[in-house]
């Protein structure tokens, strides 16, 4: 099962996310940490979700680029937080896929795919803005844009979180699972 939860800055998205991993049972539970901890803010916003993950059984990888080889048990129940650092790190930092960006991500996300029993991916909501951005800003915006409907796709679930409320966009239905081993 692939559960890709969107939704804008302090929407709930993350624990929303969190009870998802928890609802999949006792399965090993794997944090993927994708945040750079580069300023005091962003240490801050690190201790604030260990905080939430709290007594919930989570074992934490941090994987800033590379996520295709990041070393998870067969079988575990993985969330993935969050896919826009992901791409902010993939584009910038020096060991980053760069202009491949997209390719690395979505290759990424296939291999947990493939080795986790249920994988739960945060992305954000970050294209409702009016503003107009331009340079690597834009660029970042087109490269998250083209992975979440990639990954949105690929995902049996697709849930958008507002004021802590989810919206489902994409709902599993059991058919689905027929469907989609014929496919691969």
Request: some cysteine; hydrophobic content about 40%.
């Amino acid at each position: 099962m692939m559960i890709l939860v969107t939704g804008g800055s302090g929407s709930g998205k993350s624990a929303f996310a969190e009870d998802c991993i928890v609802a999949f049972g006792n399965a090993r539970r794997i944090y993927i940490a994708t945040m750079y901890p580069f300023d005091e803010e962003s240490r801050k916003r690190v201790k604030r979700h260990q905080a939430m993950r709290q007594g919930k059984g989570f074992d934490t990888l941090e994987c800033y680029t590379g996520l295709a080889r990041a070393a998870i048990p067969e079988g575990s129940t993985v969330l993935l937080e969050c896919m826009s650092n992901l791409v902010a790190n993939e584009m910038f930092q020096e060991n980053g896929a760069h202009e491949n960006t997209v390719k690395a991500v979505v290759d990424g996300v296939e291999f947990l795919q493939k080795q986790t029993e249920n994988l739960v991916i945060v992305t954000n909501e970050i294209f409702s803005e009016a503003a107009e951005y331009q340079g690597d800003t834009k660029l970042y915006q087109k490269y998250l844009g083209m992975i979440n409907q990639k990954l949105s796709d690929m995902a049996d679930e697709v849930v958008e979180v507002v004021y802590g409320i989810p919206v489902y966009h994409k709902k599993y239905k059991a058919s689905d699972v027929d469907r989609r081993s014929e496919i691969r």
